[in-house]
């Protein structure tokens, strides 16, 4: 019988520190990097997410790496929203949105019809 073996957590957090870099890598790439490259970085990071538990180490991880955070965020979004989000720019953001919500409802439902006056079909 062949018993696998899974990785221990400082193995996974290294893989999963190596690939949240290259991912940074290609980020900010100034050379054009291929679709099915960047895709195949953000899915063996996906899978590396899913053998690190959360804590203190990977929170170092994603705070040194933004692209790896916003993806690990992304993946978990179903369960903690945008947890590694400012709140400062997420309250600013919703602020900003409610205001502007706000002064579209108090405006009169106008058409825009230049040519008061003119409907469709007559000059």
Same mark, same amino acid.
């Given at each position: 019988?062949?018993?696998?073996?899974?990785?221990?957590?400082?193995?996974s957090?290294?893989?999963?520190?190596?690939?949240?870099?290259?991912?940074?890598?290609?980020?900010?790439?100034a050379?054009?990097?291929?679709?099915?490259? !960047?895709?195949?970085?953000?899915?063996?990071?996906?899978?590396?997410?899913?053998?690190?538990?959360?804590?203190?180490?990977?929170?170092?991880?994603?705070?040194?790496?933004?692209?790896?955070?916003?993806? !690990?965020?992304? #993946?978990?979004?179903?369960?903690?929203?945008?947890?590694?989000?400012?709140?400062?720019?997420?309250?600013?953001?919703?602020?900003?949105?409610?205001?502007? #919500?706000?002064?579209?409802?108090?405006?009169?439902?106008?058409?825009?019809?230049?040519?008061?006056?003119?409907?469709d079909?007559?000059s």
């Amino acid at each position: 019988m062949t018993t696998t073996q899974t990785p221990s957590s400082s193995a996974s957090l290294t893989v999963t520190h190596v690939l949240a870099e290259l991912l940074e890598r290609l980020e900010h790439s100034a050379e054009p990097v291929g679709p099915e490259q !960047y895709l195949s970085v953000v899915n063996h990071l996906v899978e590396a997410f899913s053998d690190v538990g959360y804590g203190v180490e990977l929170g170092a991880l994603l705070d040194a790496h933004p692209a790896a955070a916003e993806l !690990y965020e992304n #993946i978990n979004y179903q369960y903690a929203g945008l947890c590694r989000s400012p709140l400062e720019t997420s309250l600013s953001a919703e602020r900003q949105a409610r205001q502007v #919500i706000e002064r579209a409802m108090r405006q009169p439902n106008q058409p825009n019809q230049p040519n008061k006056g003119v409907t469709d079909g007559q000059s």
